[in-house]
């Protein structure tokens, strides 16, 4: 592992300033309780700025203003073709600030500037993809005897709360905006108290289209307070989450009492399969990158690494190799591959994780020393399907190593978990590759790559406890409408 310098850190104009605050109906206001809380930079540890605490007084507000723009003639009667444009037109203005939203995600969640600024790249790209809905989501006609008309209309479901996670901000609001807006809702949006930044920034850019005001609000503060008076809050139609299955859990008993309709985006423990005819090269690059990019931090990491008892020995020494060379430091230094962990507090919890292997009887392999929040990718091996490790999301860079023997074997091995998020498939046998394929319980399944996203078009979500419902795809579309079916008898 290399350990690259720190490099000189970029101070956007937007971390000037008055404490960060709340946008509710097109209008930026500091909390009613006057409460804010800090975000950090998980590099230096230095506060970054202060943001506004959202209590339920707020939160209220922000679901009236969202009601009230729902309601609008400016959203609610606009033609599909203004939609588009709208959408479109966030699409650019975010594309034309992509490097400063790249900036302060990697300020505030600490992930290498290339990545945050493919996140941002990749957002502009699945807004544009939702901008072309609008004027191509269809109802149906049915068939009826001669004196009967019968049609389905597709309209919005009214305010959603989207609810999102520390680790990717600008990808997982775009996520949840493009088909939101797309289908006529409008949002209140509560970004994660440790990364909250950029969704600020992107409401003051909202402010820069024709967007009519209150259609997203912004409220920002802990899942505890601010997130928990989002979803018990009777005015709110569809909660759209992504974080953690503890969480996800209680969402939907808390939507169970109004029926309020629920995405849940969890997580994952998801299996990387290496077969013997594989390219081992490549498998190995895909393996590291699968636990380790983004400091592991992500949903879809490759946290059980399966591979055939036959060549173990020989990608175990290809996987290491790949290990030490992957670069962990200063997110703003060009060749950093992986920054710190957000905060001392997730630190903390993957580092128990090391501990908890070693009461499992497993063997640790690091490429490096850990330091301050950064710690380098460590394989954990000589452990059995029941350890800790193999069975709970650890959310840092590391990742256990185990065999199978055949194809059956595989699978098994591979499903033997209560997540089902996503899994890659190593091989050059594509008959191999689709049977397994089909056999992996998983929301995505990847052959020879790793972590690759389409934007948009192709479904994201999980099977099992990694979540319900799916983003993306023509099911994204569902998943933000109601289905109305009118039915007219002809005189
Ligand atoms: P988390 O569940 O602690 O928090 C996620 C969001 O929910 C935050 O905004 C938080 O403030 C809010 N929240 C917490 N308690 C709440 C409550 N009672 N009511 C309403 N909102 C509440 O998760 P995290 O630690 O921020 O993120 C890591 C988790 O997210 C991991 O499990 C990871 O796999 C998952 N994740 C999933 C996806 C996906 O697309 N499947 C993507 C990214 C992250």
């Not at 199978?404 to 091995?413: E, G, N, P, R």
């Amino acid at each position: 592992m290399l350990t690259v310098a720190p490099a000189s850190r970029p101070a956007p104009a937007f971390l000037d300033g008055a404490p960060k605050q709340l946008l509710i109906g097109g209008t930026w206001r500091p909390a009613a309780s006057g409460e804010t809380f800090e975000t950090r930079d998980p590099a230096t540890g230095r506060a970054l700025t202060s943001v506004a605490a959202a209590g339920p007084a707020d939160v209220a507000a922000a679901v009236a203003a969202a009601r009230a723009a729902f309601e609008d003639p400016s959203w609610a009667d606009i033609s599909p073709y203004q939609r588009s444009r709208i959408l479109l037109q966030i699409a650019d203005v975010l594309e034309q600030h992509a490097d400063e939203l790249a900036v302060l995600d990697s300020l505030d969640m600490g992930g290498p500037l290339w990545m945050t600024r493919w996140l941002v790249d990749h957002s502009v790209e699945v807004i544009r993809h939702y901008a072309g809905w609008p004027t191509k989501f269809y109802g149906q006609t049915a068939p009826a005897d001669p004196g009967a008309f019968h049609y389905t209309l597709r309209q919005p479901l009214g305010v959603v709360a989207a609810i999102t996670a520390w680790n990717g901000p600008v990808l997982q609001l775009a996520w949840k905006l493009g088909p939101a807006l797309a289908t006529g809702n409008t949002v209140v949006a509560k970004p994660a108290e440790w990364s909250p930044l950029t969704a600020l920034r992107i409401g003051e850019l909202l402010q820069l289209t024709d967007l009519p005001p209150g259609v997203v609000n912004i409220v920002t503060g802990d899942g505890a307070h601010t997130g928990e008076a989002l979803i018990t809050h009777p005015g709110v139609d569809k909660i759209s989450f992504t974080g953690s299955l503890a969480v996800g859990k209680h969402i939907l008993e808390v939507s169970s009492r109004d029926l309020t309709r629920v995405t849940l985006e969890l997580g994952g423990k998801s299996p990387t399969i290496v077969f013997d005819d594989a390219d081992l090269e490549a498998a190995a690059r895909g393996a590291v990158a699968g636990f380790a990019q983004g400091s592991g931090e992500g949903c879809v990491a490759g946290t059980r690494i399966l591979v055939q008892a036959s060549i173990r020995d020989e990608f175990r020494a290809l996987l290491l190799r790949e290990m030490e060379a992957y670069a962990l430091g200063d997110p703003f230094h060009p060749d950093t591959r992986m920054g710190p962990l957000i905060s001392a507090t997730h630190f903390a919890r993957v580092d128990s994780y090391l501990d908890a292997a070693r009461a499992d009887g497993g063997t640790l392999v690091t490429a490096g020393a850990a330091r301050d929040l950064y710690m380098p990718p460590t394989l954990i091996e000589n452990v059995g399907p029941d350890a800790r490790v193999v069975r709970e999301e650890i959310f840092g860079p590391v990742a256990a190593l185990m065999t199978f023997t055949d194809l059956d074997d595989a699978v098994a091995q591979g499903n033997d978990t209560i997540y089902g998020l996503s899994a890659s498939v190593w091989t050059r046998d594509l008959a191999r590759a689709h049977r397994v394929a089909r056999r992996l319980q998983a929301g995505t399944v990847w052959v020879n790559t790793y972590a690759e996203m389409s934007a948009g078009t192709v479904p994201f979500g999980g099977f099992k406890q990694s979540g319900l419902g799916r983003e993306h795809g023509t099911d994204v579309l569902a998943a933000y409408t109601e289905v109305k079916s009118v039915m007219i008898r002809l005189p």
